[in-house]
């Protein structure tokens, strides 16, 4: 290990940490969905949420390394190889989840990119409706990326790299964008600022609605469980490792309320976002567009340079969205897989699935898990014949499924202190302020997800999206636990 690693500074670690769970996109989706009132959950996430589950996983990472130190050997650690093997396996589930809801969503950057908003909408042909030729693109996208990785290519990952360079720019946008707007207005903002947290999102107006949208919050802050293994990469890790948490997460959630108050300059909830072709999974693209449109209105262009103008900002934000999406998509479609694979003990798979190919990749589970997201794409997209109500169920999957995960490594915290193994890094250094914040984090996740899943029930929207959101998590605990079973009755054979 260098010195440079050795000795990560607090200003690198907290760009690290930044760069690795601020996302740009959470910002249009809390102003949909809640307004200014996002602010709020925003904030008391990254107090309740964000620092004490990064400080659990930073104690974690600290004390149990090696080669094949993660979420399983953790787990595994903790509490026991089963609840190791069922919690890796949801994780892994939660990817899986994932790749079905970016592989239907990545269409909408694609046409805008092109076309300056989203076409997706109008995609019907061969007697199919819209959200069907979604599915089937998103089929064939997926087959097209699983083809690609299995063959190593990483000049593509490269090049994708673009994208993520782009989605940061545009926060600047954002910020300068609005900054002359809000001048040029004498101040005066587009989204009236009175109550707090009533939502114009007349889905999140009753209190089941306010706590559903917490598993936005805490989805805004997913990705603080890959810091854990770099407090030995910290300088003072003991000082600086908790500093860099505490200021990230004030980073962070400034970060996103400034991002949230400054699109209340440019859009007007009812007159941008209330009609039936925005939706959760294009709502970065509209929002973008219109800032474009205002920033034009604002300069006293005529409206059609002022409409050319937000097609354009939709082009640029389309064009890096889809970069980025990309590059996260190859690498998402072998990483999560091979760590699960080759992160747990062998016999728990078929023989083929272990088999790396001459790239070093798991080309048959590869292969089994794109037909498993496939699988998935297409009873999505022919069972929901509605584009708003498509893409709304799509990224609540993703949200309840990636946060899910979180609860194994809370509940096994405790158990993890009571080994009473040496440690180089510790905060909660008494059994009482370990049981107290593992338990008030583990009830808000839990909570939050409760709150998400059974919202459309409670407020009489029907059981369809409620089953879409549990389907995955039991079916892939059900999948995990059988084949935990098949291993240990192998073993005592």
């Not at 790749?99 to 950057?109: A, D, E, G, L, Y």
């Not at 209330?274 to 262009?301: C, H, K, P, R, W």
């Not at 080994?419 to 107290?436: A, D, L």
């Amino acid at each position: 290990m260098s010195k440079a690693e050795k000795g990560m500074t607090l200003g690198a670690l907290v760009m690290m940490i930044f760069t690795s769970v601020f996302g740009f996109a959470n910002g249009p989706v809390a102003f949909y969905l809640m307004g200014y009132g996002s602010i709020v959950f925003y904030v008391v996430a990254a107090i309740l949420f964000f620092i004490p589950f990064a400080l659990m996983m930073a104690e974690f990472g600290s004390t149990i390394k090696g080669e094949n130190s993660g979420m399983y050997k953790w787990l595994e650690v903790s509490v026991g190889p089963r609840f190791a093997f069922i919690g890796t396996f949801m994780w892994f589930a939660s990817y899986v989840v994932w790749m079905v809801s970016t592989s239907s969503k990545v269409w909408i950057p694609f046409t805008t990119a092109f076309a300056g908003s989203d076409q997706t909408q109008k995609l019907g042909m061969f007697g199919l409706n819209s959200t069907q030729m979604v599915g089937l693109l998103a089929c064939l996208w997926m087959v097209i990326v699983t083809l690609v990785s299995i063959k190593g290519v990483k000049g593509i990952v490269k090049i994708t790299s673009l994208g993520g360079i782009a989605v940061t720019s545009l926060n600047v946008v954002l910020i300068i964008i609005s900054g002359i707007i809000l001048v040029i207005n004498g101040g005066q903002l587009a989204q009236p600022f009175d109550h707090i947290l009533h939502s114009p999102n007349p889905s999140y107006q009753s209190p089941i609605g306010l706590l559903g949208f917490a598993v936005f919050a805490i989805f805004a802050y997913g990705g603080i469980e890959a810091v854990g293994g770099m407090v030995d990469k910290t300088q003072n890790p003991e000082k600086t490792f908790p500093k860099g948490v505490v200021f990230s997460a004030l980073v962070i959630s400034v970060g996103y309320a400034l991002g949230i108050f400054l699109w209340g300059v440019s859009t007007n909830w009812d007159a941008v976002l209330s009609g039936d072709s925005t939706n959760l999974g294009n709502i970065s693209y509209v929002m973008m567009n219109n800032l474009g449109v205002e920033f034009g209105n604002a300069l006293g262009m005529s409206q059609s340079a002022a409409v050319s103008l937000g097609n354009w900002f939709a082009r640029y934000t389309g064009l890096g969205m889809f970069l980025a999406y990309s590059g996260a998509f190859f690498t998402l479609t072998y990483s999560p897989l091979k760590t699960l694979i080759m992160g747990t003990p062998k016999k728990l798979w078929p023989k083929k699935f272990t088999e790396l190919n001459n790239n070093g990749m798991p080309s048959y589970a590869m292969w089994a898990q794109c037909g498993i997201v496939v699988a998935i794409i297409l009873i999505a997209s022919f069972a929901t014949p509605d584009p708003s109500a498509f893409y709304n169920i799509l990224t609540l999957m993703a949200n309840v499924s990636m946060t899910l995960p979180y609860l194994f490594l809370i509940y096994a915290f405790p158990k993890f202190k009571q080994k009473n193994m040496p440690q180089t890094f510790e905060v909660y250094k008494t059994k009482s302020m370990t049981m107290i914040v593992s338990t008030v984090v583990f009830l808000l996740v839990l909570g939050a997800n409760i709150f998400t899943i059974f919202q459309p029930i409670i407020e009489g929207a029907g059981v369809r999206d409620t089953l879409w959101m549990i389907a995955g998590p039991i079916g892939f605990t059900l999948v995990g636990m059988f084949l935990y079973s098949r291993y240990t009755h192998r073993e005592k054979e």
